[in-house]
């Protein structure tokens, strides 16, 4: 079975420039997850949906971050501008309905570098 | 959600049981213990979950105290692939949906041959 696909696995990009990072969780599952890891903070939960909406976001850093799904097996994570303190990697996590309670699946990461 | 403590690093010989703390004395009725781990480069992989009593599954068994302060993640016959970042998270369940996870620092094993 695929696992969480995320897309792609490494960027790199210059300061200023458009990030888009793209996920596709588990058929059937209904929920999903963004999370951020760096040495500094650790992973931190950016913002997750159910059924395709928006739940939390507060842990969107600020304004220049936005996440969509637009349909149950598709979310991007924008970043505009993207600068170099935006460098981490980037997780999706997804989870079914009434699945065993508070078992996430990870993807593999985004490795994103801001120069 | 209930802050828990866990050591920053252990060691652990490879065949014997890497026993690995977490101190949560905040924590609240309804709140549950939850492992996951990260092996290097990967993303993170649920390991177990529970409220009151004591849980096993194929990874691994999980003993919670019985005031719930305190728990104890077991591998019991650790190998050079249990080698990660263990993390102790206390959420509680909304009943509403899935909920976000908030780890912390973690405790990094290291089995050593």
């Known amino acids: 079975d695929a696992g969480v696909i995320q897309s792609p696995r490494h960027e790199v990009t210059e300061m200023g420039q458009e990030v888009t990072l793209r996920c596709k969780p588990i058929?059937?599952?209904?929920?999903l997850f963004w999370y951020r890891q760096t040495m500094m903070r650790g992973l931190e939960l950016l913002i997750y949906?159910?059924?395709?909406?928006?739940?939390?976001d507060s842990g969107m850093p600020e304004d220049r971050f936005s996440a969509k799904m637009p349909n149950a097996s598709f979310s991007t994570l924008k970043i505009q501008p993207s600068e170099p303190r935006d460098s981490a990697v980037y997780f999706c996590?997804?989870?079914?309905?009434?699945?065993?309670?508070?078992?996430?699946?990870f993807g593999p990461g985004t490795r994103l570098t801001v120069l | 959600d209930a802050k828990t403590t866990q050591p920053p690093s252990m060691d652990c010989a490879e065949g014997r049981a890497a026993n690995l703390p977490c101190n949560h004395s905040t924590i609240s009725g309804n709140e549950y213990v939850y492992w996951y781990r990260q092996i290097h480069s990967q993303g993170p992989q649920y390991i177990i979950h529970?409220?009151?009593n004591n849980e096993t599954n194929e990874m691994a068994s999980l003993i919670i105290t019985e005031d719930r302060k305190s728990s104890t993640l077991i591998l019991p016959h650790a190998t050079l692939r249990d080698t990660a970042v263990y993390y102790c998270i206390v959420r509680g369940y909304s009943g509403g949906g899935a909920d976000g996870l908030t780890f912390g620092k973690g405790t990094h094993l290291i089995i050593q041959p």
């Open positions: 058929s059937g599952h209904n929920s």
């Open positions: 949906f159910n059924n395709n909406v928006p739940i939390d």
């Open positions: 996590a997804s989870t079914p309905a009434g699945g065993r309670l508070g078992e996430q699946f």
């Open positions: 529970g409220l009151k």
